[in-house]
């Protein structure tokens, strides 16, 4: 799986956490999950949980502590899967 691919399946992981969804049909690798999408730390967690399950992947917490950005949460879900295959 490439990164656009894991960018395409990120907004459906994302979409139900987020209120800003106009911002959500835009959002790239520089896309910021909290100042641009509005999503509460606890959604975080939430969004997380969900690409684990999704991706069959375990994400610790100094993973999970980079997924601010768009780009950092495809780069570590990139990784984990990668390290899983």
């Not at 106009?22 to 939430?46: F, H, P, Q, W």
């Amino acid at each position: 799986m490439d990164r656009t691919a894991i960018l395409t399946e990120l907004k459906n992981v994302i979409a139900p956490y987020t209120e800003n969804k106009a911002m959500l049909d835009g959002i790239n690798e520089d896309t910021d999950l909290i100042k641009d999408l509005k999503i509460n730390s606890a959604n975080l967690v939430d969004i997380i949980i969900d690409a684990e399950s999704k991706y069959n992947i375990e994400i610790d917490f100094d993973a999970a502590e980079k997924m601010y950005k768009v780009g950092n949460c495809i780069d570590i879900i990139y990784e984990k899967m990668n390290l899983s295959a």
